[in-house]
């Protein structure tokens, strides 16, 4: 009897070690030159200025890059700063689950227990911003760019209207919520708490909020209509959902270790966001495996696509193109590179 069950517990040892090894050998391997070119090729067939990230050795990403320009000003590069626009969303979610794990809030928490000067916020919970459901709707922008979280706070509470309807839209207001919220759960304001949870520990040393920026910094738009007024205002008044600016290089690395890097949260993700019309939630759209997001401001437009299981990823980071050709891009990446 004893031998049998020596026997039971060495035939399941080995089968966890194949699982195991299958599990590791499913993980995204470096993309070989052939497909770097084909990469290449598309952003070049399609006038596209700016850079794809892929995967690398290990976390690491390789970049392709394609230049329309010889403007130095306007060059898309790696570890050059550019507004990262909704793709904040996953970062301000991130934030907010790493909450909900310490029980220092929940996605039924309601929003009256921090902002109950919001008309209906008691019927409004933390699942709701995140899943874009609050029925809270601001579409205006300031005249001049926003000065400080005090200000871009009272300006979003003042120029917000509930509608009271419970489905589906896709707000900034949900996710400029969620970071005034994270500020007031750590007593910090949302920058610093974004420098020192993911900042410091992945030193990440290119992320600044827009008022630290200068337009050398930052690939400047190739539509001579675009002017850095408009970006200031846009990305001022995105508090939360697209304040920041980051470089692509510091944005992968956000991506594969905070979010690909937490399978229980993508599970989790995952499991709210497919109870919803449309499956979002936290920041990103799901399909299967694949967790995707878009960003765009005026002059701007990026986008990442992963599968959360193998750690393939691909972003691209464009300051020539409009927000339909990224979505066409989009769509053209998941289903010819991503394979979904």
């Known amino acids: 009897m004893k031998k049998l069950n020596l026997f039971i517990f060495l035939m399941f040892s080995s089968f966890g070690l194949f699982f195991v090894s299958t599990q590791q050998q499913s993980k995204a391997a470096a993309v070989d030159r052939q497909t ?13 200025n700016g850079v794809m990230l892929v995967n690398g050795k290990g976390s690491k990403a390789i970049t392709i890059t394609n230049n329309e320009t010889t403007n130095n000003k306007q060059l898309v590069k790696a570890n050059r700063l550019f507004p990262t626009a909704s793709l904040q969303k996953i970062v301000t979610g991130t934030a907010i ?28 919970t933390i699942r709701e911003l995140m899943n874009h459901t609050s ?10 760019p926003l000065r400080g979280q005090k200000q871009q706070i009272a300006y979003m509470l003042e120029h917000m ?24 759960q750590v007593h910090l304001s949302y920058n610093t708490y974004i420098h020192q949870r993911f900042a410091k520990p992945l030193h990440l040393n290119q992320i600044k909020d827009f008022s630290e920026v200068t337009p050398k910094q930052v690939p400047q738009p190739m539509d001579p209509a675009i002017s850095w007024h408009q ?16 470089s692509p ?9 905070e979010v690909l890097g937490n399978s229980k949260m993508t599970t989790e993700f995952y499991q709210q966001a497919k109870k919803q019309e449309v ?7 799901f399909d299967g ?9 005026p002059g701007y437009n990026c986008c990442f696509i992963a599968n959360y299981k193998t750690k393939k990823m691909v972003m691209l980071f464009s300051n020539n193109i409009d927000y339909l050709t990224l979505k066409t891009a989009s769509d053209d990446l998941l289903h010819n590179y991503m394979g979904a």
């Open 36 to 48: 770097q070119t084909q990469l290449h090729d598309y952003l070049k067939s399609h006038h596209i």
């Open 135 to 144: 029925g809270l709707v601001n579409n205006d922008r300031p005249a001049l």
């Open 231 to 246: 970006v200031t205002v846009t990305t001022s008044s995105d508090f939360g959902a697209g304040n920041l600016f980051m």
């Open 161 to 184: 209207r509930n509608d009271h309807v419970h489905t589906w839209d896709y707000q900034d207001v949900d996710y400029e919520l969620l970071a005034a919220i994270i500020s007031k």
């Open 289 to 297: 495996d694949i967790i995707r997001a878009n960003g765009s401001i």
């Open 97 to 124: 689950y790493q909450l909900a794990q310490k029980k220092q809030l929940g996605w039924d928490t309601s929003l009256n227990t921090y902002f109950p000067q919001i008309d209906g916020s008691e019927d409004i």
């Open 249 to 257: 290089n510091n944005y992968w690395k956000f991506i594969y270790n």
């Open 279 to 285: 499956a979002y939630f936290g920041g990103v759209y």
